[in-house]
């Protein structure tokens, strides 16, 4: 379990679970509107594996309706190319209507999306008829009991602050899609290599650069989950904080932050994000040293989609052609 202030503000949310749960038994067929990707091979080989709790896993054939229980494990089964059940869970706060649009859009064709955070519904899981459940909330082990009794579920806390591809690549490995893996972290790889490429024409590869937030009265800087910093080291950019551990500042030891060139900052989709970042930016703006920090007078304060900041795989791969966009004026 993380102390870090991001991983504290999932843990309050992640408080409020449902305590009730209707009775349930096991569900092993597909949903009827379940598709699966283009070029996925039917495979009828059993999956049998321990997931990171120490739960054995056994399903008696591959999975052919999952569900992903937090969004980044939506995108972590689409990028691995294994079927969705025909309903899958979004965020229900931070004005998410629908899954993010960096998700694999051709995976989720049909998909009902159903909120699930940070209350969780569990009847609208066992109303999906999933065959396979993956869920990264595993810092909650009544999380895992309960879904278990749905469908068999592989359980991994990818919130416990180590890096989120560390977590994906375990999880790749167990569920036997090694191949899918490998072919999205060429993809990430390259995706850094052109990013640097346009970055380096516009001028900006020696930037310092952070991933900040605000929270509690605090600036924070550093490398949770690292999908941001991970995303900076793989362009080849200069990361003001390393390693997991955050540093905090209050608004009066701001300038503290007077080496760093560039930050981003997370932002909620629609009305209700853009409300929230303009409220943390006058609250920032009441200290007196805001002003003159380079990232603020030079209007390198950029902004990224909040779910991100939470690791999956599409996610890591549009914070780099995020940070490539903002750096290269492209």
Known sequence: MTSSPRGRRLLSAAALICTSLFAVT?????????????????????LVTTDPEGHEVSVDHQPQAALGFYTTDVDILATLGIPLSASQPIRGDSGYETFPAYFPQEALQGITPFANYPEFNYEKVLEAEPDFILNGLGYDPEVHDKLATIAPTYTVNAFDGERWNTHFERTARDLGR???????????????????????????????????????GEVQIGCYAWLECGAFETIGLQVAQKGKDEKSFTLEQLDQLKDIDAVWMTKGVGQVGEDEFNKTISELEKSPFWKDLPFVKNNRIYTYEMDMAYGSPSGALAFIEQVASDLSGK
């Open 178 to 216: 090694e191949a899918q893996f490998n072919e999205w972290l060429g993809a990430y790889e390259q995706a850094g290599k052109d990013a640097l490429d346009g970055i380096t024409a516009a001028g900006n590869q020696d930037l310092v650069v952070a991933p900040i937030s605000y929270w509690g």
């Open 26 to 46: 096991s569900c092993g067929s597909p949903a009827g509107g379940s598709t699966e990707p283009s070029g996925a091979a039917q495979d009828s080989t059993p």
